[in-house]
């Protein structure tokens, strides 16, 4: 499913959300749910653009840890098959 606002988009709409009057004139403005807005709201209120890049940045890094180690753990795993085997 392809994003319609990057993060750094959210942030920028979610600061402009609190110079305005009022929240509804946003969710107009761009075209989207009350129910979109407050999870944008819960998941990015009060941070900045360079955040959220830092956030994007160690998902990422997680992300390809975490696929290390489950590669890894398959090795391990084959190895210890094969030294318990009796030849």
Do not use: C, H, P
């Amino acid at each position: 499913m392809k994003k319609r606002f990057s993060e750094e988009q959210i942030v920028k709409i979610l600061q402009e959300a609190q110079i305005a009057d009022t929240q509804r004139e946003i969710i107009r403005k761009y075209n989207i749910s009350e129910q979109t807005f407050y999870k944008w709201k819960r998941t990015y209120g009060g941070m900045s653009v360079s955040e959220v890049k830092r956030l994007k940045e160690l998902e990422k890094e997680n992300a390809k840890l975490k696929k290390l180690l489950a590669e890894q753990m398959l090795v391990n795993e084959a190895l210890k098959e094969i030294t318990e085997k009796k030849w």
